[in-house]
């Protein structure tokens, strides 16, 4: 196979040599011959007509039984079946065997890229709000209607990408996203207006706001389920974001920005020294560079790797054959041999010459998405009153986190510069490196969430209890002082337990729903998330002047909250 392909290149098994082996030599995964047995009697053995009807059949997981006897299990627990789901569950069976390898860690760097882009553009639309005020004579409240105008980008990329990916296939969106974001970040930085920065702002948004959806979806399906922790560890690109951010605001903003003390060119009479474009380029350049690093995200995942779409996407196409030389292009990137083929997929899950049920429809494709926010779905997540109560409060949680994060987050160098007193504002140079020192400290959070995900004793409630708990305590601590020193400890180790807390929740959340509602259960958590998210902005811009630190309580409150829930 050539090193560079079309990146929208059909496939074929042919393309693939000496992949395929046949089902009796396959690898099975440890768990499935664990439970199954390797040398337990076929479906037309004499000593199971003998053992009677009441008997119970195992099958050896390297038959054709035995593989319809695991995919009927999984029937089972979803509570869907369909030619289409029968077939999907087969090609999850493949993907197990074939385990990680290269291409799934290549996927991991690249689907990464959508983590460290969701951070990386809130931090740095968060890190231009003081020098767009000063530049277009907007206060420092009413500008954060910018942060307003992103997020309804946000909720809209995420609505339209998580569902256009499922019609258009993952490959197109998984590189639309990113090409949006990398072109509308280059265009904010030559915004006239500050109407204009907010209506770029808000179309960047609609790039980024589809990268963890479409990101997540499609590394989830490359992923083995027994590698289902490489998901919560995804979030580790989330701070990281956060840092080359603030690392690159650092070094341009504090040096090519007016003084705060100087007026809009805009309100100003002329002849009086102003702030303007001509010496206010440090956020633009800033953005230029958000957006070059975004686009050059972009050229890595579009010329330099070659993904292969999404087998169920294929499966639900119709794309039968395509899907099994997905399957087989894996297994050939990451050395491994493989036993899917067509044959095993006719055999266990229908052949597409009698039955049509394979291919979904576009209208199918969206009624399943939807499905999800149906009564029908919703309904089992209150099932018993343990599980009703369990649904609420996890709810409940990622609303309140939801509001509480973007309330002190997007708005953190403000703080920084005028939280707390009637002292001078703190130097910029100074804000800008006390932001940098935050995000450093932050990133050990994540890592630390990925392990205590299996932590004995502690487990994922203790940890996210505790660490919620904190992060509500150092931002309440946060406004008890104006000196820039103790303001950094506080926001430093805030950002610590945030991230720790925010990596715990995305493990813990999945696990407390039934396995047929739990797309549901964690699908409406995400969206409150979303909208609760938007009303930040709306809250910090309408808070009392009188005291900016208003905001700063709220979410502090709304920490405590949460952790009152867990």
Known sequence: MPVFMNPFAKHDVSEFPGVLIPLREAERHPSVVGTKGDKLDKLDSPSNEEAGRGAELVYSPHTIEGLRTEVEEDIAASGVDSTYDRKSKLINKAIQDIGMGSYNWQLFILCGFGWFADNFWLQGLALTLTPISLEFGITSTTVRYTTCATFVGLCLGACFWGTASDVIGRRL???????????????????????????????????????????????????????????????????????????????????????DTLPSCLEAAPGVECCGRSNNMGWRYFTFTLGAVTFLMFI??????????????????????????????????????????????????????VTSETRLTSRQILAR?????????????????KLGITTVLVWFCWTTIGLGYPLFNAFLPQY?????????????????????????????????????????????????????????????????????????????????????????????????????????????????????????????????????AIPLYVAGALFLSAFLAM
């Not at 389920?225 to 974001?241: D, H, I």
């Not at 330099?304 to 899907?323: C, D, I, M, T, V």
């Open 173 to 259: 969106a998984f590189n639309a996203t990113l090409f949006l974001a990398g072109v509308f970040g280059l265009a904010v930085g030559g915004a006239p207006t500050w109407i204009a920065a907010c209506a770029l702002y808000a179309c960047l948004g609609v790039g980024v706001g589809g990268n963890l959806p479409v990101d997540g979806a499609l590394f989830l399906e490359f992923l083995p389920f027994a590698s289902g922790n490489m998901l919560t560890l995804l979030s580790v690109w989330w701070p990281v974001g956060q840092l080359v951010a603030s690392l690159i605001a650092w070094g341009l903003i504090p040096n090519y920005e007016c003084a």
């Open 300 to 353: 890595c995942r579009f010329f330099l790797f070659h993904l292969f779409e999404s087998p169920k996407f294929l499966l639900s196409q119709g794309r039968q054959a395509e899907a099994v030389a997905t399957v087989h292009g894996m297994a050939w990137k990451n050395g491994k041999k493989t036993w899917l083929s067509e044959e095993i997929l006719n055999e266990v899950g229908g052949d597409p010459e």
């Open 369 to 385: 998405k939807f499905s999800a926010f149906s009564s029908e779905r919703i309904g089992p997540l209150f099932a018993t009153k």
């Open 416 to 548: 920084l510069a005028n939280a707390g007193a009637s002292n001078a504002p703190t130097p910029q140079n100074i804000v800008y490196r006390n932001y940098l020192i935050t995000s450093v400290v932050g990133v050990p959070g994540s890592l630390i969430a990925c392990w205590t995900v299996d932590l004995k004793y502690v487990g994922r409630k203790g940890t996210m209890a505790t660490a919620t708990l904190l992060s509500g305590i150092f931002l309440f601590l946060f406004t008890t002082t104006r000196n820039p020193s103790i303001q950094l400890t506080f926001t430093s180790l805030e950002a610590f337990f945030q991230n720790i807390m925010y990596g715990v929740l995305y493990a813990y959340t999945p696990e407390v729903f039934p396995a047929p509602n739990r797309g549901t259960g964690t699908g409406i958590a995400s969206f409150l998330n979303r909208i609760a998210g938007l009303c930040a902005p709306i809250i910090g811009a309408n808070a009392p002047t009188s005291n900016p």
